[in-house]
């Protein structure tokens, strides 16, 4: 079975300052990893995802994420939030077995970015 | 279509009465995902189809809740003898599936069932 922890239902930064939110994940086969965006009152968006090769991803919106296999974890991370960066943000996960390409998503995190 | 379309995008309903939500996912896409959002929390997985394979229902919370899906194409998800705690917002995704390249799913603008 796979699974998705978040760790931080909430977290605030202010403007300029890093971003940091936090992802472990379980599963028994190498997993594709995604993190995903939801804006107020709008539908899921993908931000960047992790295949296979370069476990540093870039995203949209100047996001990125690494993946790290030996503490199970893809953290998303920006340098410099914006007041545009508030929304929701989910982890999940694909883990590739014979039926398991079941998405999983993480509680989600709701990011405020403070003046 | 060039995204996942959901329908209705609001529906209010009253205790107790059956209602059917639908997707229309992209097309070409063999996978397709069903989750509930309830007001402030995550996406709660209900079930996944890919191609002809058995749908993944592990997630269907009670006997109330199916869905069923033609071929590749649309899916109807339906909740009998709705309950207050099923409001919610239904969200469908598709994805192009199988166990090779990049798959990540697309999602609709969700559902808002409000069960009164």
């Known amino acids: 079975a796979q699974s998705v922890t978040q760790l931080g239902s909430h977290v605030s930064v202010s403007e300029g300052a890093l971003v940091l939110l936090r992802c472990n994940y379980s599963?028994?086969?190498?997993?594709?990893l995604f993190w995903y965006v939801q804006y107020p009152n709008q539908g899921l968006q993908l931000l960047l995802k992790?295949?296979?090769?370069?476990?540093l991803v870039k995203g949209i919106n100047g996001f990125e994420a690494e993946f790290k296999k030996s503490e199970t974890s893809f953290h998303l991370t920006k340098p410099s939030a914006h007041m545009s960066d508030a929304a929701e943000y989910f982890c999940?996960?694909?883990?590739?077995?014979?039926?398991?390409?079941?998405?999983?998503f993480g509680t989600g995190t709701q990011l405020k970015v403070e003046l | 279509g060039a995204g996942v379309s959901q329908s209705p995008s609001n529906k209010v309903t009253e205790k107790g009465k059956d209602v059917e939500l639908r997707c229309d996912p992209i097309?070409?896409?063999?996978?397709l995902y069903w989750y509930r959002q309830r007001l402030g929390q995550g996406l709660e997985f209900l079930i996944y189809?890919?191609?002809?394979?058995?749908?993944?229902k592990s997630g269907l919370p009670s006997d109330r809740f199916s869905a069923e899906r033609t071929g590749e194409s649309v899916s109807t998800l339906t909740i009998q003898r709705t309950q207050q705690e099923d409001s919610a917002v239904y969200l469908c995704?598709?994805?192009?599936?199988?166990?090779?390249?990049?798959?990540?799913?697309?999602f609709g603008q969700g559902t808002r069932l409000t069960v009164v």
């Open positions: 995704a598709s994805s192009s599936g199988g166990t090779k390249g990049l798959t990540e799913a697309f």
């Open positions: 599963s028994s086969v190498p997993p594709y």
């Open positions: 992790y295949t296979t090769g370069a476990t």
């Open positions: 999940a996960v694909r883990g590739l077995t014979g039926g398991g390409n079941k998405l999983t």
């Open positions: 097309s070409g896409h063999t996978a």
């Open positions: 189809f890919q191609g002809n394979s058995a749908p993944d």
